[in-house]
């Protein structure tokens, strides 16, 4: 794929009629295929990527999507032994941004995922950062990964509040990090005496307004995994003080471990500043903001677009299933 990727883009370009094998979606009942809207286009996005205004995965995604049930990505010929009537199936592309292949991975990654859950009581939280913090994870992807561990360690604080507390103690005597002091950014990782809550978490780059707006969308059972003793314990109150709280004490630890007390771009501009003088600490006296919901229709950036429902409510634990909410997060 790599090697055909390369010249695609003129090849597009030149051909009369690069869909004449198409063998997909009828027009009439579906309109024009993404695909076409993009060859459409190629020009200019082939100049954004020449002048490095998007990436090279996103450039190879547009031509993936192009390309798919195009022949030049090669074709399965199946030939009827009884009436030899032959059938020509082209492949696919496989690409994340095809409307096809990407909604079939979808489903592929939502069923894999449901199929390790237990349909129980749970919460959906999503996890949100600060509009400031916005641009770093836009410069540096990998901080992208930052998101996940801040999102399960502040999970695992509010099943394990008393345990915490010793390790900010450690750390303080010690004159370290929380980090530093745990051996690691995984809070926890390898105590057999810790509660193990059940989560799944995912990423959402982009809100519904398709600005850049990361946010972790996480499914927590209210049940926790007793290690020592083998046994389940109640998880069903969640302080959501202390939740927002500590997501941007987590959150804000991890950065500095990371980037250090300031974060600048190439140009030397300051972006953030972590540690004590943290201004986001100030600004964002009540923690960064986070909500638990039991309706999964809830986006973060929809602010006030709906009131959270009871357990007794139309959409509480009765009516919303695991499998469903992790098919929303997973969309």
């Known amino acids: 794929m790599a090697f055909i990727l390369k010249n695609v883009s003129d090849w597009l370009i030149e051909q009369a009629e690069p869909f004449s094998a198409y063998t997909g979606h009828d027009k009439k009942s579906h309109g024009p295929r993404l695909a076409e809207i993009l060859l459409a286009h190629l020009p200019q996005i082939s100049r954004l990527y020449a002048e490095q205004k998007i990436r090279k995965a996103a450039y190879d995604a547009v031509n993936k999507t192009i390309l798919c049930h195009h022949r030049l990505l090669g074709t399965h010929i199946f030939e009827c032994p009884c009436c030899h009537r032959v059938t020509e199936l082209h492949c696919t592309c496989h690409g994340r941004l095809c409307p096809s292949c990407g909604a079939k991975t979808q489903r ?24 400031e913090y916005r641009i770093l994870s836009r410069n540096d992807r990998s901080l992208l990964d930052l998101l996940y561990v801040a999102a399960r360690n502040t999970i695992f604080i509010i099943a394990n509040p008393k345990k915490y507390n010793k390790l900010l103690k450690k750390a303080r005597k010690a004159g370290k990090s929380v980090c530093e002091a745990n051996g690691g950014i995984y809070l926890f990782n390898g105590d057999k005496d810790m509660l193990v809550p059940g989560m799944i978490a995912c990423l959402h780059t982009f809100g519904r307004d398709l600005k850049w ?47 250090g007390p300031i974060a600048v771009t190439s140009d030397g501009e300051v972006i953030a500043r972590f540690g004590k003088d943290n201004p986001t600490y100030k600004k964002y006296s009540n923690g960064y903001y986070v909500r638990a919901a039991y309706d999964p229709d809830i986006e973060p950036e929809d602010t006030g677009a709906k009131e959270e429902k009871g357990r007794d409510g139309k959409n509480g ?15």
């Open 213 to 259: 707006n990361p946010h972790i969308h996480a499914v927590v059972a209210e049940e926790t995994w007793d290690q020592a003793n083998g046994t389940h314990g109640n998880f069903h109150h969640i302080n959501f003080n202390m939740l927002r709280y500590q997501w941007q004490r987590q959150l804000n630890e991890l950065l500095l471990h990371r980037l």
């Open 317 to 331: 634990e009765g009516d919303e299933s695991a499998a469903r909410c992790i098919q929303y997060i997973i969309r």
């Open 108 to 131: 592929i990654i939502a069923a894999s995922a449901s199929a390790t859950c237990v349909d129980w009581p749970h919460r959906h939280i999503v996890f949100t950062i600060p509009q």
